[in-house]
Structures are given as structure tokens and as C-alpha cells.
């Protein structure tokens, strides 16, 4: 089997499975949005099912993700700003809802305790942001562009030129990676104290 044959074969693939993590992650979305919302039998149940549904979604994102990959060869996805954009926001969203799901797995149910509700909030929120953008790149590259690509380049950013941080924005994360980490250990103790 030739290598361009290959390619003609798992392209449609990722196209599909693609799909999967993000119901899955809309899905995720929604009902942290009623589960902060509210606090009810509902919700609560939909709660303990997060952590199931985060996990699977998390295999079918490295499923989706890893097709995406092999499609391109290396020289087309340096090449072109659209395929890196695309593969820089996947890289992003596929790590955030890992995050996520250890940020839920490993607190419990007490995320849901007074304002970290309104964070896991915040949080599900910015995911599905990044889902949004991700998609509309894919879109753009499969020759779908979506509304959301006006919105983006009303926000100053051009899916077709390579999104670029500025050193000032990666230092700031850089110095959160390091300090917020030490801020919770510390206030830990704290409490504990």
C-alpha cells in the first residue's frame, strides 16, 4: 500500500472522529452549566458522570488528534499557517480537557463548593472556546468556513496567518505554571495549620 493511498484512506477517518470528543466535550459543558446552575438530583447525577464521560472523550480526542496527524506530512503541516493553527488549537483543547478531567478527578465534588462552582464554570466555558476554534480552522481547511472565523478575525486574529504569543503572554504562563501550583500548596497548609 503507497503512502498517498494510505492518506486517502484515514483522511475521511479523522473527519469522523473528530466529532466524537467534541459532542462528548459539548456535552461535558452543558452539564457543568447546570450543575453550577443548580443543585439538584439532575444535576448532581449528571455530575458523577463527568469524570466517565471526560475520560472517553480524552481517548477519543488521542484517536482523532493522532488521524489528524497522520493525514498531513510533516512539510505541508510546516508549511501552512491553516494546518498549524489547526494543530496548535487541537494540542490546546485536547491538554485543557485532560486538565479538566484531572482538575475533576482529583477534587471531587467539592468543585462545587461556593465560588469554585462559578471557576468550573469559567473553565467549561473557555474549553468549548477552544473547541469552537479548533473546529472552524478544521472547517476552514476541509473548505468549510463558519461565522465564527468573522468573529475571529473581528478579534484580530486571521485563521489563515499563523497565530502568534507574544513573549510577554508566554512568561506570564510560564511564571502561572510555577507560582499557582506554589500559591495552592501554600494555602493548603495553611488550612491544614
Known sequence: MTYELFIRLIAPYHAVLVHFPVAIWTTV???VIYRALFD??????GDRILVPLLALSIV???AAYTA??????VDATTASPLI???LLAASWSLAYWTVFLITR???GESVWVGAKRWIMLGLALLGTLLITVTGTVGGHIAGNP??????LQWAGWDVYDTFYVPDVVLWTIAAGVVLLPLLGWWGSRQRTA
Open 40 to 45: 439538584n438530583a439532575l444535576s448532581r447525577a
Open 60 to 62: 477519543a480526542g488521542i
Open 146 to 151: 463558519s461565522t465564527v472565523s468573522v468573529l
Open 29 to 31: 459543558s452543558l452539564i
Open 105 to 107: 478527578w482529583l477534587n
Open 68 to 73: 489528524g496527524f497522520i493525514i498531513f506530512p
Open 84 to 86: 498549524r493553527n489547526h
